[in-house]
Each structure stands twice: as C-alpha cells, then as structure tokens.
C-alpha cells in the first residue's frame, strides 16, 4: 500500500455502506504517531487519585479529648 492517507469503507451484505475510516501510511522506516497523549493524562490522573486515596487512608489518626 503506498504511503498516504486511505480511507477503509465496510459494506453490509446488501451493498449498503456501515462505516467509513481515514487511515494514514507512513513510508518504510518511518514511525508512526499515535494518539497517546489522552491515555497518558488519564494514567498520571488516576495515579494521583490513588495516591491521594492513600495518604488519606493512612493518615495519622486525630486525637480527641472527650
């Protein structure tokens, strides 16, 4: 397939057309971009939700006088 953007077409049985996606070719050699860049700030945000979960968990207990 040579380098460029395609498009991939599915067709139903009856000829009708399901769905429509643009692809991009990149040339031999070359590295492809993904779109990780959502992916990531959701793991750093889960991280620090986890962490934050933690430190509440084990935070020292609070005296109270009664």
Known sequence: MPAGVHTI???????SEIARQLITVVPAGQLAV?????????LLGSLLIAAGG??????LPRCRTV
């Open 9 to 15: 077409v599915v067709f139903g049985a009856d000829g």
């Open 54 to 59: 933690m430190a509440w968990f084990l935070r």
């Open 34 to 42: 993904t779109a990780q860049g959502p992916l990531g700030v959701a």
